[in-house]
């Protein structure tokens, strides 16, 4: 039995969308937690924060978005042509929250507000988008040969547009609960107390998601509700319910270990993302062509997984240690421009 290079890259543009997720996810949550502090100082220790890895946690989209143009080129050709406005509309929030990232600190008190508006602005503007090609993934798109079929706003639906607000939820939630660790009060108690209606937010959208995604595709709803799937499968609503008690109660207690919430909330993004890979699988362009279909030929796999095979290692050694360069409380006053 062969090697199957489509399922290896289908992995590795899963897990490089995860570490996006979880990497990107928490300072694109930052960025959307700012109208809730007024505070410049406390603004400042937020934006501290995230300063010095911010922005190689994007290395992670550029990897997946690689990954997908040589590994699955129909993949990416239908995507790019079905959402090409939310995928340019995100591409601009990210440029906005960049530079309003940099310039904020350089600029003088009557133009930091503006500035700050702008990291808010793009943080939302980049979650938002990143939400609603989720939910385009989800409901799929209508293929003929092998060209998108549809028109340039199939992917204004209502489902769209609440998986956009949901993951503008689940960012702030992870930008909280990164803060609950890496702040000090009173930041971290205004944290701890944001955390909870968040987590009430989050738990209300996946109950809405989970019933609402079954009934857009009946396949969705066989692979969850037959038997004996519905067993098998019944651990990541458990799993959910689980982590989210015990996400409540590190966030009440300030006894508790400061990293807790941050890594449950990683745990509920995980189980998130697994229920919607479980959904899909195995098509790549839900609801018809399935990840061999959409594949490069074998050769250009197999030559593209060599420079991955080498250059993922590197990247996971820069990342984990400019986290533990960077490890620890963030105090008002110190950062890094």
């Known amino acids: 039995m062969g090697i199957d ?4 890259w289908f992995v590795i543009i899963v897990f490089a969308t995860l570490m996006y997720i979880v990497m990107d996810g928490f300072d694109l949550g930052i960025g959307i937690l700012f109208p809730f502090i007024r505070s410049a100082d406390d603004r400042d220790v937020m934006v501290n924060s995230v300063a010095p890895v911010w922005d190689g946690n994007e290395t992670w989209l550029v990897l997946g ?3 997908l143009f040589g590994a699955f080129p129909l993949a990416y050709a239908v995507i790019v042509d079905a959402l090409t406005i939310p995928l340019t509309l995100m591409l601009i929030g990210l440029i906005f929250r960049g530079v309003a990232f940099e310039f904020r600190f350089k600029a003088t008190p009557e133009h930091r507000p503006f500035w700050d508006k702008a990291f808010l602005g793009g943080s939302i503007l980049a979650t938002f988008c990143q939400g609603v090609v989720v939910g385009a993934v989800i409901t799929g798109f209508p293929v003929v040969g092998r060209t998108f079929a549809g028109t340039q706003l199939d992917w204004l639906t209502p489902f769209n547009l609440f998986c956009g607000a949901g993951l503008v939820v689940a960012y702030a939630l992870l930008g909280a609960s990164w803060l609950v660790m890496k702040s000090e009060d009173p930041l971290q108690f205004k944290m701890r107390a944001i955390v909870k209606p968040l987590l009430l937010a989050l738990l209300s ?7 609402w995604t079954p009934l857009l595709h009946e396949q969705i709803a066989s692979r969850w509700f037959s038997l004996p799937n519905l067993f098998w499968l019944l651990p990541v609503p458990v799993l959910v319910l689980l982590c989210s008690l015990w996400l409540w109660r ?5 006894t508790s270990l400061h990293s807790t919430p941050f890594v449950l909330t990683l745990a509920l993004v995980f189980l998130g993302f697994s229920g919607l890979g479980i959904s899909i699988w195995p098509w790549i362009i839900p609801p018809s062509i399935t990840l061999w279909q959409a594949a490069a030929p074998p050769q250009s796999q197999g030559f593209m997984l060599v420079g991955a095979l080498f250059i993922i290692p590197i990247i996971l050694v820069y990342t984990f240690w400019s986290y533990y360069v960077f490890r620890g409380k963030v105090q008002h006053g110190e950062g890094y421009h």
């Open 5 to 8: 290079l489509s399922v290896i």
């Open 65 to 67: 978005g690689a990954a």
């Open 205 to 211: 959208i996946i109950a809405i998601v989970s019933v």
């Open 250 to 254: 590190s966030a009440s207690s300030s």
